[in-house]
Each structure stands twice: as structure tokens, then as C-alpha cells.
């Protein structure tokens, strides 16, 4: 694995420096850039929320946004799983008497 470097983002007009390998620097940045976004947009649309109370809104949106696709992702699975194991009882079933 590389060494980490500093890399520069920009949220809402601050600079912050946040070391990461080179090899995660394009994923960093995309994400700076969406937050970056997600802050400005919740900023423009109520003009007497401070940075913090903008930041820990961004914050728990990406949170509650994380947690519904992890459900959704774990309802496929399991439907996945479920349709699998069908499938395999349907071709056991069909090779049962080629067995005996």
C-alpha cells in the first residue's frame, strides 16, 4: 500500500488537508465535491442554519441514505438467496431419479 499524502478540499469555503493514499485521492475528492454540494444546496435553502448545523444535517442524510441502501441491498440478497435455493431444489428434484 503507498504511503498517505495530504490532499487539499474545499467545503463550503474552508480548506481542510486529509492525508489518504494516492490510489484513494480521485474517490476523496469526489466525495469533498458531493458534500460540498449537499452543504451549499441545504445552506441556499435555509439561510439561518450556521456551518455546524449544516454540516451534522449533511451529516445524518448521508448516514440515513447509507442505511436505507444497506436494507435495500439486504432485501436482494436475500431475495437472491431465496431464488437460488429454489432453483437448486428444482434441479435436485429433477436429477433425483436419474440418481436411483
Known sequence: MSASEP????????????????????GLLAAARH??????????SSRTLGVDR??????????????????RESNVDQALAEKLQAINLKLERAFAPSLQ
Open 54 to 71: 449544516i454540516a451534522i444535517l449533511a451529516a445524518l442524510n448521508f448516514c440515513h441514505e447509507l442505511l436505507e441502501m444497506r436494507s
Open 7 to 26: 490532499v487539499k478540499v474545499v467545503i463550503l469555503d474552508r480548506e481542510f488537508h486529509v492525508a489518504c493514499t494516492p490510489e484513494e485521492r480521485s
Open 35 to 44: 458534500l460540498d454540494e449537499r452543504m451549499r444546496e441545504m445552506r441556499e
